[in-house]
């Protein structure tokens, strides 16, 4: 079984600014996987922000397109998201979430894929 523990966010960060959020797998992990950053804010859907496969290929959303960047330790079980020029809007919950399978879905129920998701961290970004 697949653990996920976030870290990095937490606090306050004013618009402009950046933040770094890491996500640490333990237990047994596929060969083939995708990993992803989702986010949640108040009284919305879980949205995917990046997602990058087990072969290193990334993908993003538009909205965090340039600004975001997510790169993975394979040796370390340890995926990273990098956020640059936050703006307050991406303000949310941010999950990590794992599944087996080198595809990464991005279709409107692509959170329902992911077998495992770490409990998350809050990311605020002040004007």
């Known amino acids: 079984q697949v653990r996920l523990t976030e870290s990095g966010g937490g606090g306050s960060v004013q618009a402009g600014g950046s933040l770094t959020l890491s996500c640490a797998a333990s237990?047994?992990?596929?060969?083939?996987?995708?990993m992803a950053w989702f986010r949640q804010g108040p009284g919305t859907g879980r949205e995917a922000v990046a997602t990058?496969?087990?072969?290193?290929?990334?993908r993003y959303s538009d909205i965090v397109k340039d600004r975001f960047t997510i790169s993975r330790d394979p040796g370390k079980k340890k995926v990273t998201l990098q956020m640059n020029g936050l703006k307050p809007e991406d303000s949310a919950m941010y999950y990590c979430?794992?599944?087996?399978?080198?595809?990464?879905?991005?279709?409107?129920?692509?959170?329902?894929?992911?077998?495992?998701w770490g409990p998350g961290t809050q990311v605020t970004v002040s004007p």
């Open positions: 979430a794992y599944k087996v399978g080198g595809y990464c879905p991005w279709d409107s129920n692509a959170a329902s894929s992911f077998g495992a």
């Open positions: 237990g047994y992990t596929a060969t083939s996987n995708c």
């Open positions: 990058i496969r087990s072969d290193g290929n990334t």
